[in-house]
C-alpha cells in the first residue's frame, strides 16, 4: 500500500510504503507526482518504507520506466528506512543519481524529521 503523507506540501511530497505495491498503486503514485509537476519545475520526494515494502515485477518496471523519463523533475529523493539493505542500495545508487542532478539521500525512521527538513531545503 502506498499512502500520501499529510506533511506533503508544494512540490516536497511525502509516501509511506507497506506490503507489496500493484501495478495499481504505482500508477496512483505516479499521477501524483505528475500533478505535483504540473505546477512546479521539479519535485522532491521523501519514502518511508516498511520492512514489509516491495514491488511486483510489473509495478517495479513501471517504477523504472517512469523515473528514467522524468530524471531531470526530480530533485530529491530521501529513503526513510532501518533497513541496512535499503542503506547500502542509496549509497550505492546516489554517485550514479547525482550525474543527473537527483541529490539522494538514506535516513533511518527515526530521523524522519531530518529527511522532511532536507527535501525542503
Do not use: Y
Amino acid at each position: 500500500m502506498i499512502k500520501q503523507l499529510p506533511e506533503s506540501e508544494g512540490s516536497a511530497l511525502g509516501f509511506e510504503i507497506t506490503g507489496k505495491v500493484s501495478l495499481e498503486e504505482e500508477k496512483e503514485w505516479i499521477q501524483k507526482i505528475e500533478a505535483v509537476l504540473e505546477n512546479h519545475q521539479k519535485a522532491c520526494v521523501l519514502v518511508v518504507l516498511s520492512d514489509s515494502a516491495s514491488w511486483g515485477v510489473q509495478a517495479g518496471f513501471e517504477d523504472l520506466k517512469w523515473v528514467m523519463s522524468h530524471l531531470k523533475r526530480l530533485d530529491k529523493i530521501a529513503i526513510v528506512s532501518d533497513s541496512k539493505v535499503w542503506k547500502w542500495l542509496v549509497a550505492a545508487d546516489s554517485p550514479f543519481a547525482e550525474l543527473f542532478g537527483i541529490h539522494e539521500k538514506h535516513f533511518e525512521h527515526a530521523d524522519l524529521n531530518k529527511a522532511w527538513q532536507w527535501i525542503r531545503e
